[in-house]
């Protein structure tokens, strides 16, 4: 019963911005790690950035400079503000965290329905 929420995508110009915002739904005790992945056309899911519950923040070398990952605790919620956008950032971005739904219950990893970024020249 529990799901994440995507929303923000869409189309547009090189160099534009856009800001990603996902937001876990439903029943739950904690949450550890959240992140953003993107796949592009005929390519394997990558990891874009990840968040730690503490804050650390971890990002792949394509995007450091131009995107910045964020999360509120209390809303159970993630962003990615995507800056200076290239064609190459052209991908389906999907959601991720790992969490527990009761203290009884172990750690779940779930994903988001993704959400279509479309960067144009």
């Known amino acids: 019963q529990v799901q994440l929420v995507e929303s923000g995508g869409g189309l547009v110009q090189a160099g534009g911005s856009l800001r990603l915002s996902c937001a876990a739904s439903g029943k739950i005790f904690s949450i550890g790690d959240m992140g953003w992945y993107r796949q592009a056309p005929g390519k394997q899911r990558d990891l874009v950035a990840s968040i730690s519950s503490g804050g650390r923040i971890n990002y792949s070398d394509s995007v450091k400079g131009r995107f910045a990952i964020s999360r509120d605790n209390v809303k159970n919620a993630v962003d990615l503000q995507m800056n200076s956008l290239k064609p190459e950032d052209t991908a389906v971005y999907f959601c991720?965290?790992?969490?527990?739904?009761?203290?009884?219950?172990?750690?779940?990893?779930?994903w988001g329905q993704g959400t279509l970024v479309t960067v144009s020249s």
């Open positions: 991720n965290a790992n969490l527990r739904a009761t203290i009884y219950t172990g750690y779940r990893e779930l």
